[in-house]
């Protein structure tokens, strides 16, 4: 399926994002306003007036995922090496994670600027990541006023020039654009460790908000970039990674 891919080429990431706000009472009128606009979408009510507690309840569930009304507040990253003696496979996960999300994107930004802003010799890997992951952070990036790293700044650009993206989910529709497929079902069907064994994306912001919480956060999402990176071993028909090859830096 993926040919002669250099694993130690591509690098492996997960985002979580939160609302830009505790609450909907903590927007401006003007966002306000315009949430409520978007609201009509997200609650599929497109000729209906939607109520302040329906908008308040749709902020909390939902804003975070959209770039205009939420803000990322971890990317966890994966890479692959080998062990020198052993000849053994290995991931490295490391977290950026910051409650400044302009301090916590300078440096992701930093890190694949110096090694991985070459595409055509290095990769990234996700889930969903062509749809979400990528296009999110390059949003945000210009929302927060910083440069985009060479490899990522694909706006406009054909398919055939983000080939450096390497989509788990993509490559497991086979053409089918009909359904989404979730991790979650995926580590269950190749029968690796779910990676939604204690919070799932509908907590981060609870966690984040209420709990102050941001280890745990980073935790779940290193937990996602790892289970991508056994997905895509099972996909190019290779053995799973052992806890004793997972590093936490």
């Given at each position: ?7 130690s080429?591509v690098l492996f990431?997960?985002?979580?994002c939160?609302?830009?706000k ?7 009128d ?7 606009l978007k609201?009509?979408s997200?609650?599929?009510?497109y000729d ?5 507690e329906e ?9 975070g995922?959209y770039a205009e009304f939420?803000?990322?507040?971890c990317?966890s990253?994966?890479?692959i090496?080998?062990?020198p003696?052993?000849?053994?496979l290995f991931v490295?996960?490391?977290?950026f994670?910051?409650?400044d999300e302009a ?15 070459n595409?055509?010799t ?11 992951d990528?296009?999110?952070i390059?949003?945000r990036l210009?929302?927060?006023q ?10 406009g650009?054909?398919?055939w020039?983000?080939?450096h993206f390497?989509?788990t989910?993509?490559?497991w529709k086979?053409g ?11 580590a269950?069907v190749?029968?690796?460790p779910?990676?939604k064994d204690d919070?799932d994306?509908s907590?981060v ?8 919480d941001?280890p745990?956060?980073?935790k779940y999402?290193e937990?996602?970039?790892?289970a ?6 099972k ?6 990674l052992t806890d004793?090859q997972?590093?936490?830096?």
């Amino acid at each position: 399926m993926l040919g002669h891919l250099d694993l130690s080429k591509v690098l492996f990431l997960d985002v979580e994002c939160v609302s830009g706000k505790a609450n909907y009472d903590e927007l401006n009128d003007d966002f306000k306003y315009l949430w409520k606009l978007k609201s009509k979408s997200v609650l599929r009510k497109y000729d209906e007036e939607i109520t302040e507690e329906e908008a308040d309840a749709a902020y909390k569930d939902k804003a975070g995922i959209y770039a205009e009304f939420g803000k990322i507040v971890c990317i966890s990253v994966g890479i692959i090496a080998r062990n020198p003696e052993t000849k053994e496979l290995f991931v490295r996960l490391k977290s950026f994670a910051s409650e400044d999300e302009a301090e916590l994107l300078r440096d992701f930004s930093q890190m694949v600027t110096q090694y991985y802003n070459n595409t055509t010799t290095h990769a990234f890997c996700g889930h969903n990541i062509r749809e979400f992951d990528m296009p999110y952070i390059c949003r945000r990036l210009l929302i927060n006023q910083l440069p985009l790293p060479n490899s990522l700044n694909i706006a406009g650009k054909k398919p055939w020039e983000t080939k450096h993206f390497i989509d788990t989910l993509e490559l497991w529709k086979f053409g089918d654009y009909k359904n989404y497929t979730s991790l979650k079902l995926l580590a269950a069907v190749f029968g690796f460790p779910s990676p939604k064994d204690d919070i799932d994306g509908s907590e981060v912001g609870r966690v984040f908000w209420e709990e102050n919480d941001l280890p745990r956060i980073a935790k779940y999402c290193e937990k996602d970039v790892l289970a991508t990176v056994q997905l895509l071993l099972k996909y190019m028909l290779q053995p799973l990674l052992t806890d004793d090859q997972v590093i936490h830096v």
